[in-house]
């Protein structure tokens, strides 16, 4: 389809359309399963003897749902009236749309209109059976989703149905595809559909799935509504209170109709715990070459002050210990601000509105870290200065090896001390505007149709400065305590005159996506023989996508700034009073140390004046343009098979991907980088068929299959050698010649809707991948990559300040692999406890549990050659929630768990026989309300009571050491729990 074509059909489209969102007057049941008839949270009718008279959609019977008139004589009669509200009425709307649906399908539905369930959108999600929450390390808010185990850039986010991409934080530059729900605001939207069986209509590109996040219009409830909501909340570990607000006006007068609502919200979050930062090596493996294991470490036992005492040198050669023993903790400072509009007009079959959506994250991080380094330890020239590059091995003097975890600790000589700070301040800027039209010509064709454009600017800049200590006497203990262990020597920590060895690492980073889409469709319904009736749709979209990375590394400029001071000049500049304060290290650990504070960082090496257009790195910057045409047809079915009805809907998707690309690539004699083009295009064919049969009044057997793909992550299509962390000595090579992923899915479940508003249910899914995105890694030196000094952070500097050449390095390179097999089920609970005699009525519960067979992209070999099962998701997850609603007093309470699984850093053995696994974790939350009035609600929100504690750690695959869970930890870290306390209101 060419844009010639989509230019001339386009705007017939559009004058005869209506929107792409229909009343709820207007939507029939067979139309909740597409997101232009589903996109608001529409009254889908309550299920029989809970609210009123009503017994058509959402009925305990799903028969009945579609085919309204059919319910029985009487349903006619008058009975009691129930008025469902509060979270219980959101899961309700949820079910309803659920069981309406023909493919798979989930919804998360406000209550009311800037009522959603959770303050975060992202953990609302999780509770959906399948969707896995990854959260933002900084602010533990939930960012990002993986869904049924795949990485978060197999999902796929749309916006009103229009594809949207946004980044924040820690991930950007990172040019992966995807989307960071922390940038909104949860009270900007209505609803939620999350679709897990692809549906010839849905945008292609979410293998995992496809959520669509909508916003409302005023329509949705035509009346004058005014609502508020004030909040503080309080962090317990940076102990600070933080204020969060929102107002939302919505209207309608006669034919039009206006809504508008901001919010902002602000949120200060400590985090502190122990850092390994890449692992534990033993002198056995470290001091080989190459080396065995993640760094190299190898004991001075030449020294004349070393004493083995009762160990072996075998013994202690083989002991444990990390590349870095240190303390880690952080501040972060975010603020949101976000606003919704919708102008919307409404006259008989014709219904248009203009949407738009801007949202504005602003982050402050502070981190500060202390502790010993312990790569890259060794002595090859006594005469060297103490701890300094040659003379750096440590000296066992007084040691012991616990024979749980087999790791060395004790008293060492000639260990050396790192105090850093990095200041980064993140920025995302999201802008959103789209004009839906729709056109109800008949009471059989409907016309629909959508324009809409996107922006996201995220720019990111940081300094990182260190100073060291040189060659003295420590003593480190474990202790029970892994997360807070203890470390002591008698040298000053405070004094600025025992520092040298300063270091300065700075970058800037700026990613933006900006999407054009249009797209355009007409739905008509027919009957045929038998009783049966259909509903023909088809269509035609043209989607534009544009990201760039823009990346700039100023460390050398600083490192000039940083010589001019001189060791002098930068310990004037250092504190003993901590940047951060409330935060937690234990009885063993020093409780001050010389540090720099953000004022003194900036005010010298402040990251936007040494991070100049100079500056500019074109091995990882580049521009990536995709053109996307697809057009579709499908139709849903309905009638009746053994006197029970089934429906189905039968589809196929046509998409077609031009790719171009400008990026730099190195040639000459000097590997300078030059400016590079490359295009590329491939097409699909994206068939897709779904049922859904009612078995009896109350039990639904459903099943899909179909066809979908998954583009790549333009960060290893269009960059070339990169180091996405300039702290960790991992590059990856990009592939511009892979290909899209492939899928067929196949799901099936059964669901028994037992009674109004409850739901049992138990599915199975099967993906079989082709041309899968699959890495493989080599070791290298760092000098074979051709990248400058700058390409890693100032940890890896030696005295001079610049990389040793010969330093290891893994390379990560991407190729489009054979075929992979995802499995796995799901189960689903809901109910209300309605059975219960008075005052337990209110109660109800809702769980969901999601397991996943091993999957992995490697295997993972021992030294040995024996496989060991790993998996690269968890192999289960699972949600649960209990509530309490009667009269004015809702209390809810929620547990998401997920399992470990094999951290993306460490897919394969490294000589060491150390899996590096992400361990399981799980959250609870809760909340309390009262109504005082029908306009008023006092609200208490507690998230991570459980003050879970997030980490990694080393399991030795052989077996010998144990499983070194909560002992050979690599990142562990408390957030701390945060209270909110607020009003929500209407006027």
Do not use: C
């Amino acid at each position: 389809m060419n844009k010639k074509l989509l230019a001339t059909l386009l705007p017939l489209a559009l004058a005869a359309a209506y929107g792409t969102h229909a009343s709820a007057q207007e939507a029939s049941a067979g139309d909740a399963g597409t997101p232009q008839a589903s996109a608001q949270p529409q009254a889908a009718a309550p299920a029989p003897g809970t609210s009123g008279q009503s017994t058509t959609a959402g009925t305990a019977g799903a028969g009945s749902a579609a085919n309204p008139a059919a319910s029985s004589p009487a349903s006619q009669e008058p009975v009691s009236t129930v008025v469902v509200t509060g979270f219980r009425s959101s899961l309700q709307k949820a079910l309803n749309l659920k069981q309406q649906a023909i493919g798979v399908r989930d919804s998360i539905v406000a209550e009311d209109i800037g009522k959603f369930p959770e303050a975060n959108v992202a953990e609302s999600l999780q509770r959906v059976p399948g969707v896995i929450l990854n959260r933002d390390e900084s602010s533990g808010e939930g960012q990002r989703i993986s869904i049924r185990g795949l990485p978060t850039e197999y999902s796929v986010t749309t916006l009103n149905g229009a594809p949207v991409n946004t980044t924040s934080t820690s991930t950007i530059g990172s040019a992966a595809r995807g989307f960071n729900y922390d940038v909104f605001a949860s009270e900007l939207f209505g609803r939620i559909d999350f679709y897990k069986s692809p549906l010839a209509e849905l945008t292609e590109g979410g293998l995992g799935g496809i959520v669509d996040l909508q916003t409302p219009r005023p329509f949705d409830n035509p009346k004058r509504q005014v609502r508020y909501g004030l909040t503080a909340g309080y962090n317990t570990m940076s102990e600070r209170f933080n204020p969060a607000g929102f107002a939302l006006y919505s209207n309608t007068w006669g034919n039009w109709g206006f809504l508008v609502g901001g919010s902002h919200s602000g949120s200060k979050n400590n985090r502190s715990g122990f850092e390994a930062t890449g692992g534990y090596n033993s002198s056995a493996n470290g001091s080989r070459t190459p080396v065995r294991g993640n760094f190299a470490v190898a004991l001075d036992y030449d020294s004349p002050l070393a004493n083995l005492g009762g160990y072996t040198r075998d013994q202690i050669d083989n002991a444990l210990l990390p590349r870095i023993y240190r303390f880690y903790g952080s501040q972060n400072d975010r603020k949101r601000d976000g606003l919704v509009s919708s102008l919307q007009y409404k006259d008989g079959g014709l219904n248009v509105s203009f949407d738009t959506l801007y949202s504005k994250l602003k982050n402050e991080r502070d981190e500060m870290y202390f502790g010993i380094l312990v790569r890259n330890s060794r002595t090859t020239n006594r005469n060297a200065p103490a701890g300094q590059n040659g003379n750096n091995g440590f000296i066992p003097l007084n040691v012991s090896i616990d024979p749980e975890s087999n790791l060395l600790e004790g008293t060492f000589g000639n260990t050396s001390y790192s105090s850093g700070v990095t200041y980064a301040n993140d920025e995302t800027e999201f802008g959103y505007g789209a004009l839906n039209l729709s056109y109800k010509a008949s009471d059989k064709l409907t016309f629909t149709a959508q324009a809409s454009a996107n922006n996201s600017s995220a720019l990111s800049y940081q300094s990182t400065l260190s100073g060291q200590i040189f060659g003295i006497t420590s003593t480190i203990g474990y202790g029970d305590d892994h997360v807070y262990p203890s470390m002591s020597s008698p040298t000053s920590y405070t004094d600025p005159n025992n520092f040298q060895g300063f270091q300065i690492g700075t970058g800037w980073t700026k990613e933006f996506d900006k999407g054009r889409q249009a797209r355009a469709s007409a739905e008509y319904a027919y009957e045929l023989p038998g009783g049966w009736t259909g509903k023909m749709k088809s269509g035609f979209s043209f989607v534009e996508t544009t990201k760039g990375i823009d990346k700039r590394n100023g460390t050398s400029l600083a490192t000039a700034r940083l010589n001019q001071l001189g060791n002098a000049g930068l310990r004037a500049g250092m504190t003993s009073n901590l940047p951060i304060s409330n935060l937690d290290m234990g009885g063993g650990w020093p409780s001050a140390w010389g540090t720099f504070d953000r004022g003194y960082t900036f005010g010298t090496f402040n990251p936007l004046e040494y991070n100049p257009n100079s500056a500019f790195t074109p091995a990882q910057s580049f521009t990536a343009q995709e053109k996307v045409s697809t057009a579709f047809v499908q139709s849903d079915f309905r009638g009746e098979v053994f006197g029970r009805e089934l429906r189905f809907n039968a589809g196929v998707r046509y998409s077609e991907t031009k790719t171009y690309i400008d990026n730099f690539k190195q040639a000459g004699a000097n590997n300078a980088y030059i400016p590079n083009e490359e295009e590329g295009k491939y097409s699909n064919v994206l068939p897709a068929v779904s049922a859904a049969f009612d078995v009896t009044d109350t039990l639904m057997w459903r099943a899909s299959w179909g066809k979908t793909i998954s583009r790549a992550s333009l960060g290893i299509i269009a960059a070339q050698t990169v180091v996405p962390n300039p702290f960790d000595n991992t590059a990856t090579a990009g592939n511009p010649n892979l290909k899209p992923q492939q899928s067929k899915n196949f799901d099936t479940s059964l669901e028994w809707y037992f009674k109004p508003g409850s739901l049992l249910s138990a599915g199975y899914f099967r993906k079989v991948l082709t041309d899968a995105t699959v890495s493989s890694t080599q070791n290298v030196t760092f000098g074979s990559l051709g990248l400058p000094d700058t390409a890693l952070g100032a940890i890896f500097y030696d005295a001079n300040g610049r990389v040793d050449p010969n330093l290891p390095m893994t390379l990560r390179t991407y190729s489009n692999a054979g075929k992979q097999v995802l499995k796995g089920f799901e189960l689903a609970y809901q109910q209300a406890f309605d059975f219960l005699p008075d005052p337990f009525k209110g109660f109800g519960a809702l769980a969901s549990f999601t397991h996943i067979d091993p999957f992995n992209s490697q295997r993972w070999i021992t030294n040995a050659g024996r496989e060991i099962e790993v998996n690269s998701v968890p192999k289960f997850a699972y949600s649960t929630t209990g509530y309490y609603e009667k009269g004015p007093l809702a209390v809810r309470l929620s547990w998401n768990y997920k399992g470990r699984s094999l951290h993306g850093d460490n897919p394969r053995n490294n000589g060491d026989d150390l899996i590096r696994w992400r361990a399981a974790r799980g959250y609870l939350d809760g909340n309390i309300s009262y109504k005082i009035s029908d306009k008023l609600e006092l609200r208490l929100d507690a998230l991570n009571l459980s003050n879970t504690l997030a980490y990694d750690y080393f399991e030795d695959a052989t077996g010998m050491y144990g499983s070194g869970k909560k002992t050979r930890m690599d990142y562990a870290k408390y957030d701390g729990r945060t209270i909110k306390i607020g009003i929500r209101g209407s006027l």
